[in-house]
Each structure stands twice: as C-alpha cells, then as structure tokens.
C-alpha cells in the first residue's frame, strides 16, 4: 500500500515537473531574441575593439588598422598599451577629462536641484503654478538637441538677445557662447525633463497619509522633505541623477555646438581623432575611459534597484 501511495506521489510530482519546465523554457526562448540582438550588436563590437585598443589588428579589426594613422600593433599574443600610453601621455587629455567631469557634476547638481524644487514644490502645495512649471519642464524633450543647442549659443552669443538686452540699458553681458557655462545649461536644458518625470512619480507615489501624521505630530517642512519625501523616493531620485550624468558625460551635440574648441569634453574629443586626425585606436581608448566613468555612475543605478527589489522582498 505505502508503495502504491509513493508511486502515485511521484507521478503527481512528475506532471507537475513538465509545466513548469516548460515554462521556463517558454521564458527563456522569449528572452532570447533581446539578449542575442544586444550580444551581437554591441556585445561583439566591445570586444573587437577592447582587442583593437590593445593592439590586435587582425580579424574584423583589419580594414581599421589598415586605414587608420598610428596605429600600435600587439606582438604576437602579447597586448600593447601604446595605444593608452598615447591617450594618458597627452596634457590635452587631462584638461578634456577635467572638462567633461566638472560639467557632468555641474549639470548632474543643476538638474536635482530644479527637478527636485518642482517635484517637492507640486508633492507639498499643488495648484496652478506647480502644474505649469511641470509642463514647462518638459517642454525640451519635445525640442530636438541640435535645436536647443543651436539656439543656446545665438542666446548667449555676443551679439545675442542677452548682449542686446544689457546694450540697450548701457551693460555689458557675460559672453556664454563657445564657453563651459553654455554647455552646462544646455546639458541641463536636454537632460531636465526626464528628471522631472521620475523625481515627481516618486514624489507623487508617496500616500498623503504620512505626510499629514507628520504635519500633526508637529513637523516643519523642512523636517518633512528631510526625514519622509527625500528616503522614500530615494531610488526614483538616484535614478534620475544615474542616467542625467551618463547622457552629460557621453554627450557630444550640445558641447560639439555651444562648447570651446580646447579643451573639449570627450565625446567631441574621440570624434575629432576619428574623423579629424583618422587615429581610431586613441579614440577607442577615450570611448573606453567615457566607458568607465558611465560605469561607475551606472552602479549607483545598480544599487537603486537591489535596494528596492530588497525592500520589496524579491531579493
């Protein structure tokens, strides 16, 4: 009898087994397509040109390294840094990573601060005025970057509106153009908007509720924003500053327009020695450094999501 009963328990347990096991291979054929599009159409391009930058010039890197100026080739099997010797070696390299860091952070602080004054401004009192500087915040992601940028440099040109403006009462303007200062406010113009969208959901997902029992047991605005609005939209917050800083620091449209010529943030940097001095290996050295730096930012995005999925119990 226990035998019979065993058997039967095992043919249950094994009826059950299939569905599930087809389950996940439903889900994993359904994940498939993604993940081979991303490893062929960027996954393998990485790779061949890590290779290359190390000096391994054969391969799908040998049109490249026939055509291109300077080009370090690897020994053998044994990888050459010449290449990053180049790129780390040169003092226009420095003054362009300094460059583009302090208008990542720049633009990254402008954007939290304005996202965040409009989101805590539309969480706390509402009404008409929070609702239109809402809208105008996101006013730009329907302008194209090339346009903004465009107009951004003839704003703050010297014979722009701003220079006409202090003219006409006997000033002189700040000249912005072709300076930091106008890619820092076009950075911030382009990158404002999503920011506002994630900062005001996280904001706006916050019950009313916690908000009213503080103000009851006597707490302050201040206190409020600090203590309950701020750590509970913390993960929308810093994702909002992950993916502004990530889009300044590979930017190139809007330094590439309103920006100096030297230094220059590296976006334009590695393009210019692709295009302009046809060195593809020091330029692919520079994509990987912009790499890293994004890398680093990203995992604060990284660490936003498992805290979250901890505090949901997923993980």
Same mark, same amino acid.
């Given at each position: 009898?226990?035998?019979?009963?065993a058997? /039967?328990e095992?043919?249950?347990?094994v /009826?059950?087994?299939?569905?599930?096991?087809?389950? @996940?291979?439903?889900? %994993?054929?359904?994940?498939?397509p993604p993940?081979?599009?991303?490893? $062929?159409?960027?996954?393998?391009?990485?790779?061949?040109?890590l290779?290359?930058?190390?000096g %391994?010039t054969g391969g799908l890197n040998?049109?490249?390294?026939?055509?291109?100026?300077n080009?370090h080739? @690897?020994?053998?099997l044994v990888?050459?840094?010449?290449?990053?010797g180049?790129?780390?070696?040169a003092d226009?390299f420095w003054?362009n990573?300094? *460059?583009? *860091?302090? $208008? &990542?952070?720049?633009? &990254?602080?402008?954007? *939290?601060?304005?996202?965040g004054?409009?989101?805590?401004f539309?969480?706390?009192h509402?009404? /008409?005025?929070?609702r !239109?500087l809402?809208?105008?915040?996101?006013? +730009?992601?329907?302008? +194209?970057?090339v346009?903004?940028?465009w107009a951004?440099?003839t704003?703050?040109?010297a014979?722009?509106f701003?220079?006409?403006?202090f003219?006409?009462?006997?000033?002189?303007?700040p000249?912005?153009? %072709?300076?930091? !200062?106008?890619?820092?406010?076009?950075?911030?113009?382009?990158?404002?908007?999503?920011?506002v969208l994630?900062?005001? #959901?996280?904001?706006?997902?916050?019950?009313?509720?916690?908000?009213?029992a503080a103000?009851?047991?006597?707490?302050g &605005?201040?206190?409020?924003?600090?203590t309950?609005?701020?750590p509970m939209s913390a993960?929308?917050i $810093?994702?909002?500053v &992950?993916f502004t800083?990530?889009?300044?620091?590979g930017?190139?449209t809007v330094?590439y327009?309103?920006?100096p =010529?030297?230094?220059?943030?590296l976006?334009?940097?590695?393009? =210019?020695?692709?295009? #302009?001095? =046809?060195?593809p290996q020091?330029?692919i050295?520079m994509?990987?450094?912009?790499? !890293?730096?994004a890398?680093?930012?990203? @995992?604060?995005y990284?660490?936003? =999501?498992f805290r979250?999925? /901890?505090?949901?119990g997923r993980?």
């Amino acid at each position: 009898m226990s035998a019979s009963t065993a058997q /039967r328990e095992a043919r249950t347990a094994v /009826r059950r087994a299939h569905p599930a096991r087809r389950t @996940a291979v439903a889900g %994993f054929l359904l994940a498939l397509p993604p993940v081979v599009v991303i490893a $062929v159409f960027v996954g393998v391009p990485v790779v061949t040109a890590l290779a290359f930058s190390v000096g %391994f010039t054969g391969g799908l890197n040998s049109v490249i390294a026939a055509v291109g100026q300077n080009v370090h080739r @690897a020994d053998g099997l044994v990888p050459t840094l010449a290449a990053y010797g180049d790129v780390f070696g040169a003092d226009d390299f420095w003054q362009n990573l300094g *460059l583009t *860091l302090g $208008v &990542t952070a720049a633009s &990254t602080l402008i954007v *939290l601060a304005l996202a965040g004054g409009i989101g805590l401004f539309l969480r706390l009192h509402g009404g /008409r005025l929070a609702r !239109v500087l809402s809208a105008v915040a996101i006013v +730009p992601l329907f302008i +194209p970057v090339v346009i903004a940028s465009w107009a951004i440099l003839t704003f703050y040109s010297a014979d722009g509106f701003v220079s006409s403006l202090f003219a006409a009462v006997g000033l002189d303007a700040p000249v912005w153009a %072709f300076t930091p !200062v106008a890619i820092i406010i076009g950075s911030a113009w382009t990158s404002l908007p999503f920011a506002v969208l994630m900062i005001t #959901s996280g904001l706006q997902a916050i019950p009313d509720a916690l908000i009213e029992a503080a103000r009851d047991a006597g707490a302050g &605005t201040v206190r409020i924003v600090r203590t309950i609005l701020v750590p509970m939209s913390a993960v929308p917050i $810093v994702i909002a500053v &992950t993916f502004t800083a990530i889009g300044v620091i590979g930017s190139y449209t809007v330094p590439y327009f309103t920006g100096p =010529n030297a230094p220059t943030m590296l976006g334009v940097a590695l393009a =210019n020695s692709f295009t #302009s001095y =046809n060195e593809p290996q020091q330029s692919i050295v520079m994509a990987f450094v912009v790499f !890293v730096a994004a890398s680093g930012i990203g @995992a604060l995005y990284v660490w936003a =999501n498992f805290r979250s999925a /901890r505090r949901e119990g997923r993980v």
